[in-house]
């Protein structure tokens, strides 16, 4: 594949990732207003939020091989044609008098949930292929546009819903649809399909290995710190702070430029000098993030001064949480080929799907009962301090492993070129 198609494959992977991760969050700042029109509990609220994982945790493996069959192309295909039309359901959900509207709103959530899981398995496993030896880079770059749409989300659909839940949605299904063609004309480029070179590779191998395990385990951590704060922030800013669903995107806006910077530069780091470190780093920050949030949630009454330090707070924890995040892509990649060779690059991020789908799930149900337990913002940000300290002992504890596995795979890489 020549430099042109290459980049052309780039975009469309990143404007696919970019909507796909737009619709997971859009929703996140009209949170508090369906809280009222449907008369849902903080949890129920959050479980919204979560819903959009559930799939993405049954479904990963089989979308894995799907891929590794129909190709990356056309999975991605189908998948933005189904998250057009999940788009609409928000508003059906709004409009429709015969049927419980929040039945509706779940349904969406849903189908958005396996459309994003078919598109982010096919998406990293077309990377991997097109780009075997600065799969660090790309996949950086991919995940900061995933962090861009997701954070972003928030901040177009708090704009857009203050305005009319109409202009929202049909926006959202419209900015969704515009990404189509882009991946029509790229569908070759993406990957055609077709079985793996090694067969079917089983999925027991996911937990067995300890490399990839661990890694489960790490990706797990950092989406459910994420997936949490997505969930309760809007909730905490709303509750205590009194601000609207405009000034809840705005501030939400922050940690786009946070994690979407992160991912980028981590990535190419990665390339140059290896995983370990920037997890290691990721892990101490993120720790002491997730503690100063809990302090000045707890602490401080003054609203205002609260809302600057939440800003300063969630801004270094996306940048830091992508340290932790991005570099475990390349571990994936490297460790299953490390097993299985060439094939079944579907099946490993499918298994990395579920372990990322695993933590927002969680994350977002944590968060909705250990307020309504507590009634305590302090205490409900502050405990995710818990598994921000789980992730960097596992990382510490197993540091060599990983520089290892990653090591010995990429110089088979580099001396086969």
């Not at 990377?127 to 901040?155: C, D, H, Q, R, Y």
């Not at 340290?323 to 299985?340: E, G, H, W």
Request: aromatic share 12%.
């Amino acid at each position: 594949m020549n430099d042109k198609d290459k980049k052309w494959a780039f975009w469309a992977l990143s404007c696919a990732f970019l909507v796909d991760f737009l619709g997971y969050a859009f929703i996140v700042p009209i949170l508090p207003s369906w809280k009222q029109e449907f008369d849902l509990t903080n949890t129920e609220a959050t479980a919204l939020v979560s819903l959009w994982a559930v799939p993405l945790f049954l479904l990963g493996p089989k979308t894995g091989r799907l891929t590794d069959r129909l190709g990356a192309g056309r999975t991605i295909l189908f998948s933005l044609f189904s998250l057009t039309i999940a788009s609409l359901l928000y508003l059906a959900a709004m409009e429709v008098k015969f049927v419980d509207g929040f039945i509706i709103l779940a349904i969406a959530r849903l189908i958005h949930g396996a459309s994003g899981a078919a598109i982010l398995t096919a998406g990293f496993a077309a990377a991997s292929e097109i780009w075997p030896t600065n799969f660090g880079e790309i996949s950086g770059k991919l995940i900061a546009m995933a962090t861009i749409g997701g954070l972003l989300g928030p901040v177009i659909g708090g704009v857009a819903y203050t305005i009319g839940p109409a202009i929202a949605f049909i926006g959202l299904s419209l900015i969704t649809a515009m990404i189509i063609p882009l991946v029509y004309v790229t569908t070759k480029e993406l990957g055609v399909g077709g079985e793996p070179a090694q067969g079917s590779v089983p999925l027991r191998v996911f937990i067995k290995n300890p490399v990839l395990f661990r890694i489960g385990l790490l990706v797990m951590m950092t989406t459910l710190a994420t997936g949490a704060l997505e969930a309760g922030v809007p909730l905490y800013l709303e509750d205590s702070l009194g601000l609207n669903a405009a000034w809840i995107g705005a501030v939400l806006l922050v940690m786009v430029v946070a994690q979407g910077t992160g991912g980028w530069i981590w990535g190419a780091l990665v390339d140059k000098n290896g995983p370990v470190r920037y997890m290691i780093f990721g892990w101490y920050i993120v720790t002491a993030a997730m503690l100063a949030a809990g302090y000045v949630a707890y602490s401080i009454s003054d609203s205002a001064l609260a809302a600057y330090c939440i800003i300063v707070i969630l801004g270094i924890f996306q940048f830091a949480i992508s340290a932790a995040q991005v570099p475990m892509l390349p571990m994936v990649d490297t460790a299953t080929s490390q097993v299985y060779g060439k094939g079944g690059a579907g099946l490993a991020f499918g298994a990395f799907g579920t372990a990322w789908a695993a933590g927002t799930i969680v994350g977002p149900m944590v968060i909705g009962p250990v307020f309504d337990a507590t009634n305590s913002w302090g205490i409900t940000l502050g405990i995710l301090a818990i598994p921000m300290f789980a992730g960097l002992l596992i990382t510490l504890t197993n540091k060599q492993m990983l520089a290892d596995c990653y090591e010995s795979e990429m110089s088979k890489r580099f001396e086969s070129e």
